[in-house]
């Protein structure tokens, strides 16, 4: 019965251990799956991630086409209905000078007839001056464009005007003066183009550096979108360094204390390997000095003739009685056989104990081969991801560098706002007084004119004489 079930027992060990070798390549398949699956999700993500980031862009990017559609859109309706105004316009202009035009071929035709001219001819034979005008003194004429140019003089603080006024006050001749305010007309006129050229300049530069400084804006606010999106995965990623390198720690130590108790266990297997080959030595040394005794004494032998009977007075004592050897031999074997059994016992548990160490040293190395396979795999994941985290600061360099150099350039739009700001500014304000200045110099210096004029030419008239004239020549 024994052998029969150290025979189940050893067939069971083996069973066990097959099929505990079936579950380790199982589980060993299962771990490369995982990990092959575990390496093409961080590919995925990877993929999702960069997705991502090129979706953000681009719907960025359809925004800012959106938009800039909508302002191209705008500017071609208005381009488009001024262009129409224009051509109305242009049509209704063409159409006045073409009736202009024939108004004045009708004209030419009604004044160029032969009869027309006769009676032009006759109308206009002699000429009889009906009535005289008298001509003003040269000195109130100078007298009035003096108080004229002195009133604009003093309203524009010119100094050309007040000069001029002077010279009319000492005597100059009305031609020269006259010269000299034609002069000064064309003086002010020039300056009304500067003035109207510099604010054209200052609006368009205002625009221009406007438009700069928006675009800029937007995109340096762009990149720091993209600048702390990148930033968040970087932060992500050395989480997850941090968190692995825990990992790995962990691992380590569990694998030292793996170690510790696999050689904690294997020196005590040592032991009771030489503890049970000592015993079975001793017990070959018993049954070798039994069978001895038995073979040098093959008459005689001890044999306990009564044992102490189980009974209440403890002051009872057992007896024995002496008989010949032969009558009991088969009990002397009996003793031999049970030490046999024993020595048996203790081979079959060291042939056990070598097959249980065998097995938990297979254990062993395949606990520790898992070990290894998972710091080696977060060793990998740990490279990868500091590969991650320096294309990301590469990133972030970037992005810095272009938010830089934007930076730089909105700064150097504004100092040239700030260069051209003070000129700017006092000609805004300054613009709409200046022209209403040379507006009324104008008047004054066209009024000042005109009779300057007008006394010129009276002078140069002969009002006393008839004068023939004819109105159209033949």
Known sequence: MYETFVSDLQQSN??????????????????KEQANLETSLDTKET??????????????????????LKVNEKFFVDTKLECQNKAH????????RSQELQGIEKAIE???????????????STFLQTWQHERPSETVVRDRVFHLLSAVSRKSKRVGIALLSADVSTGWHFDKVVANINKLIEQIRKEEREDVAAKDTCDEDKAKHEGKKADLDHSIETLGGKKTTVEGRRAAAQTSVTDLGTKIVAVNSTLTTLISERNSEHEAFQQGLEDDEEAI?????????????????????????????HTDDPEEKPRADFRKGDSKKTESDQIIGMMEMIKQDLQNEIKHARVDEKEAVDAFWTQHSELLHSIRDMQGQIADLERRIAGHDKKIAALEEDIESDEDSKDAVETAEDKVEPSCSWLEGAFDKRREAR???????????????GAVEEASEDTSLLQRKPLLSK
């Not at 993929?47 to 800039?68: G, L, M, P, Q």
């Not at 316009?89 to 006045?96: A, K, L, P, Y």
């Not at 032969?114 to 109308?123: N, P, V």
């Open 89 to 96: 316009e242009w049509s209704q202009r063409s159409i006045t």
């Open 281 to 309: 030595k001793l017990l070959d040394k018993a049954i070798e000095a039994l069978k001895d005794y038995y073979r040098s004494h093959p008459s005689l032998v001890a044999e306990v003739a009564s044992i102490r009977k």
């Open 439 to 453: 507006r009324t110099e104008l008047d004054g210096l066209n009024s000042a004119k005109a009779a300057l004029q």
């Open 14 to 31: 083996e069973e066990e251990a097959e099929q505990r070798k079936l579950h380790e390549e199982l589980m060993e398949a299962k771990q």
């Open 110 to 124: 009604i004044l160029d007839d032969d009869d027309a001219k006769s009676r032009f001819e006759q109308s206009s």
């Open 47 to 68: 993929d999702h991630a960069d997705a991502t980031e090129v979706e953000a862009s681009s719907r960025e990017e359809r925004i800012d086409k959106e938009k800039n």
